[in-house]
């Protein structure tokens, strides 16, 4: 098959994701506001409550506004990842997966360019959160923003592969409720997003122990460091493997000989 | 065109060069902590701590002389001033200083030193040359901020305990007038003209600005942080820029510096530092600040045009005061 026919796959796959974003006013309004309301209202009421002490990337002391932003922008990746797998589950009740999957590309290009597709639409709704967090006095330095680029997609292809696997596994729209609960908030909760991990040592180590094995710590941190125009070297490969792995997974997922979903009928 | 590109290229190296992109020099920033009996040296290139002496005890107050040769320590404990001598960095020589010295000012003459001595109740003045206190001046009870005047004619100390601002006439070395203020002065400073005089007021919670003219009071400054206690403010240090716009004042426990633009008297804005702040220096041609952080035991930098913390350098125990060298 020629290149322009996967090009042409990829910018259909891309084109029908960004339309769906910016159609669905309420999503693009929710996916900014579920953020701000955390910074703006969370926040202010646990200015005091993160303690005194300075942590890599931070060079000085913070107020806990800073601190929370890579964690909200974690958060805004993790939301799109499971509302594009939500729209999976639902493009296959309606039968245009059918479409999509009928085409001539292997299946496996196209799951991965709804993956960036997913991955690049999130870039936009984090770069509108932090222009906005700007005026609530969050200001990475400008360097920041531009390393802030990759290591927010190379995240949110990590969470969108969790997403594309989980909406492999689901068979009805329903049953997308119990993903909420058991993999979105434990994951975003159990993770460095909202506190630091030695906070969270000095209040239950069994937990701290589950928050740095959490792969959206890693995430996060990724997002954290770059934000600041730092690298954490462990952050990235940890975000890179389980990637690898959660896409591999997926891919192998919705081949309809191996898929896991076919072993469970 | 090729000129303006080697200009634009050399600049940029410039830039990448100097890690900050402040004024190059070997600026040194002496800090001296109260608990470890020690002076911290920071290099102000790189905000490394590059060098730990020890001195006597409980080193408070630490001042220049004004050739930079020498440093004046207060060891509170030690009932004495120290003079360091930079070249060799070792304490050459002690002055007599009464009991209990804490802060003190060099008189523009670069000769006598006025230091208020906070158990006794005196203002000492000891000149540098002769290593001999010259007078001695009753005051009210806990002395403890001390300024003097650019044209020299006044020394002015506060009382802890007696609230009031002591104006000392350096000529005959009297007491001449006292001006009520805030609860628990700390700390007084001069403008540059010398026509003002800011006091912080610890307890009160206030700095009052007073007019030297009349030696009244003409402006009292109150400060409000969200989420902050209003007992936790508890202003101490001051610094005002040459350029007449800033002032900055250490907020104490409320772990902020107070920015006051000093055309309105209206604070701008307040700076998140480390815990417990006290004292504060300007460095490199004033385009930083440094201010001690007793009870995190760092020192926070300040970057004046953006108003923004930049950094925070752990340090001894208890660091209190702070002096800058510039070579």
């Known amino acids: 098959m020629r290149m322009s026919a996967y090009i042409n796959g990829f910018r259909g796959v891309l084109l029908r994701e960004l339309l769906r974003f910016i159609h669905q006013r309420s999503r693009l309004l929710a996916s900014l506001v579920r953020p701000l309301l955390w910074l703006v209202v969370f926040a202010a009421g646990f200015r005091a409550a993160l303690g005194i002490a300075i942590i890599p990337p931070y060079e000085t002391y913070i107020t806990y506004e800073v601190y929370i932003v890579p964690g909200l922008v974690g958060i805004i ?65 400008l360097f920041g923003y531009l390393w802030v680029l990759p290591a927010t997609l190379l995240g949110a292809l990590m969470l969108g592969a ?32 909202l506190y630091p991990l030695w906070k969270m040592r000095e209040a239950n180590e069994l937990i701290y122990y589950i928050c740095a094995a959490n792969p959206f710590t890693h995430a996060v941190e990724l997002i954290r460091f770059a934000l600041y125009a730092q690298f954490n070297a462990q952050a990235f490969w940890i975000t890179t493997i389980t990637a690898l792995i959660l896409t591999g997974t997926a891919i192998i997922s919705y081949d309809p000989g191996r898929g896991l979903l076919q072993r469970k009928r | 065109m090729k000129r303006r590109l080697l200009i634009s290229l050399t600049s940029l190296c410039m830039t990448i060069l100097l890690p900050h992109g402040y004024a190059s020099g070997a600026d040194l920033a002496y800090i001296s902590n109260e608990k470890d009996n020690t002076l911290s040296v920071i290099d102000l290139n790189s905000f490394d701590v590059v060098n730990t002496i020890s001195v006597g005890l409980r080193p408070r107050g630490i001042t220049f002389s004004h050739d930079q040769k020498q440093l004046y320590i207060c060891a509170s404990d030690s009932d004495s001033i120290q003079v360091m001598d930079i070249a060799s960095l070792q304490v050459i020589s002690d002055l007599p200083s009464g009991e209990d010295p804490e802060q003190f000012a060099l008189h523009p003459n670069g000769q006598h030193l006025y230091i208020a001595n906070e158990d006794s109740a005196v203002v000492t003045v000891v000149d540098t040359q002769s290593r001999e206190v010259i007078a001695q001046v009753d005051v009210g009870i806990e002395p403890e901020g001390i300024a003097v005047s650019p044209d020299g004619k006044w020394a002015v100390n506060t009382s802890e305990t007696t609230n009031m601002l002591h104006w000392i006439d350096t000529s005959t070395f009297t007491l001449v007038d006292n001006t009520l203020v805030g609860q628990r002065p700390r700390h007084v400073e001069f403008s540059d003209d010398g026509k003002i005089l800011w006091a912080s007021s610890e ?61 309105t008297y209206e604070v701008e804005s307040y700076l998140l530092v480390g815990r417990r702040v006290w004292h504060m220096a300007f460095a490199k041609d004033q385009q930083l600040l440094l201010t001690t952080n007793g009870v995190s035991g760092d020192v926070s930098v300040i970057d004046i045009e953006d108003l923004e913390v930049i950094k925070s350098i752990k340090v001894g125990r208890y660091p209190w005061g702070v002096a800058v060298s510039q070579k």
Not at chain 1, 88 to 108: F, I
Not at chain 2, 210 to 232: L, Q
Not at chain 2, 250 to 255: E, F, I, Q, V, Y
């Open chain 1, 77 to 141: 990746v993790l939301f799109n990842a499971m509302q594009s797998s939500l729209s999976m589950v639902y493009d296959r009740e309606m039968g245009s997966m059918r479409v999509l999957l009928t085409s001539p590309l292997p299946r496996a290009y196209l799951l991965i360019c709804k993956l960036l597709s997913g991955a690049l639409t999130s870039l936009f709704q984090v770069f509108g959160f932090l222009l906005i967090a700007r005026l609530f006095n969050v200001n990475p330095p």
């Open chain 1, 162 to 193: 969790l997403g594309l696997l989980l909406s492999s596994l689901i068979r009805q729209l329903e049953n997308f409720a119990g993903v909420m609960n058991f993999v979105v908030f434990p994951m975003f909760f159990l993770s460095s997003a």
């Open chain 2, 203 to 263: 307890i009160g919670g206030t700095v009052t600005v007073v007019d030297v003219a009349s030696r009244k009071p003409m402006k009292i400054i109150d400060f409000k942080i969200p989420g902050v206690h209003r007992d936790r403010i508890q202003p101490v240090g001051i610094k005002l820029t040459k350029d007449g716009r800033y002032a900055f004042v250490a907020l104490g426990p409320a772990n902020h510096i107070a920015v006051i633009d000093r055309t």
